[in-house]
């Protein structure tokens, strides 16, 4: 393989600034270290958090964003030799797998973890470089509709509602609640519905719900046309009528708005499980003792724990979580208008950044 040197990208200068193109030099990997070509880069509403929300990446700005990275390890340091040549999937979160709350089984909370794109230059980029621990193998034989760009979104989109969901316990006996059918909630909507749950979805945006009745939702709700009190009285009569004996529905918030929280939490009931999934800096006002009243839980995770990719990327390639409906794909070229538009909530899918030309030819 070429000896691989320099790597150009799309970095955030300053907060509030429009990406910019950068080179940056990439020096032979040691240790445990590899270096990937990257297949794609998903961009994720963290990303505009870091660029245009005021909230700080943790290495200092000029850096090069994106933590939902697919590509090929094109060369490795002494102890990740094994991983040359080997097509993989980035963890977005990448644990130390040393300290104590890696130890203790909860790595997504490990304070020495590395993110691409916050601890260092990320995926909107040729080459990224990162610690091949919690690295997912993809296989080099993909279904005939896959390609390894495309499977970048598992890194995050599809791993992140992976892991409220597995944390849930969310099993055939269950009603799931998806709040926010987008980006994150399309794929949380099809996971639920393959493992056996009973399925709603509430959204504000009609194209969203219809996507996501085809892709597993047996009920949708339009939040914009629909009271609090509509919703909630529809989701009784959807548990009611699923046949599920599961105690208490499971909801996920993944909208990532003040409205879509509040819709969320009005929907605890007995039992109920509150995960949430989608961020926003601004807060809501609620009355927290219901919790108490319904012996109800809430959480949340940040990221999923690399072991658990392998399982998540399965449903992928058993096409019970289909990629091709919520994605879209553009030239890395194209990287800072591309990242524009999502900031202003213009794409209705999610965007995968591609190096070099956008293969077209499966999917
Ligand atoms: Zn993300
Ligand atoms: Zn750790």
Redesign the pocket.
């Known amino acids: 393989m070429p000896v691989i040197t320099r790597a150009s990208g799309y970095c955030l200068a300053a907060a509030n600034s429009p990406l910019e193109p950068r080179e940056i030099d990439l020096p032979e990997p040691s240790g445990e270290d590899v270096i990937i070509e990257v297949a794609g880069c998903g961009i994720c509403h963290t990303d505009i958090g870091f660029a245009r929300q005021g909230i700080p990446t943790r290495h200092p700005l000029p850096l090069i964003l994106g933590h939902e990275i697919s590509g090929r390890v094109v060369a490795a340091g002494d102890a990740a030799r094994g991983w040359l040549g080997q097509s993989v999937i980035v963890p977005a979160v990448i644990?130390?797998?040393?300290?104590?709350?890696?130890r203790a089984g909860r790595?997504t909370i490990?304070?020495?973890?590395f993110m691409p794109g916050n601890d260092g230059d990320g995926g909107f980029a040729t080459h990224v470089r990162v610690p091949s621990r919690g690295l997912c193998a993809v296989p080099d034989n993909l279904p005939a509709a896959l390609t390894l760009d495309r499977l970048s979104v598992v890194a995050d989109a599809v791993t992140t509602p992976y892991e409220a969901i597995r944390r849930a316990g969310l099993s055939a006996d269950d009603v799931a609640v998806v709040v926010g059918a987008g980006g994150l909630g399309g794929f949380a909507v099809q996971i639920a519905a393959a493992l056996g749950a009973a399925v709603a979805a509430i959204d504000i945006d009609a194209a969203r719900l219809e996507l996501a009745s085809r892709y597993g939702a047996s009920l949708v709700l339009n939040a914009a046309a629909e009271s609090e009190k509509g919703i909630k009285s529809a989701v009784r009569s959807f548990v009611n009528l699923s046949g599920r004996a599961g105690i208490g529905l499971k909801i996920f918030e993944m909208s990532g708005t003040v409205a879509g929280q509040a819709t969320a939490f009005a929907l605890l009931d007995y039992g109920a499980h509150l995960a949430v999934v989608g961020f926003t800096v601004q807060k809501l006002e609620l009355r927290l003792s219901n919790l108490m009243a319904f012996d109800a839980t809430a959480g949340g995770n940040w990221g999923c724990p690399p072991e658990q990719y392998p399982h998540a990327l399965q449903l992928v390639l058993d096409g019970k979580v289909q990629l091709e409906p919520f994605i879209e794909r553009h030239p890395l070229d194209n990287a800072a208008e591309i990242f524009e538009a999502v900031a202003r909530h213009e794409l209705k899918s999610r965007a995968i950044l591609v190096p070099g030309p956008v293969d077209v030819s499966a999917g």
Do not use: E, V
């Open positions: 644990p130390c797998g040393k300290c104590t709350a890696c790595p490990c304070r020495t973890q």
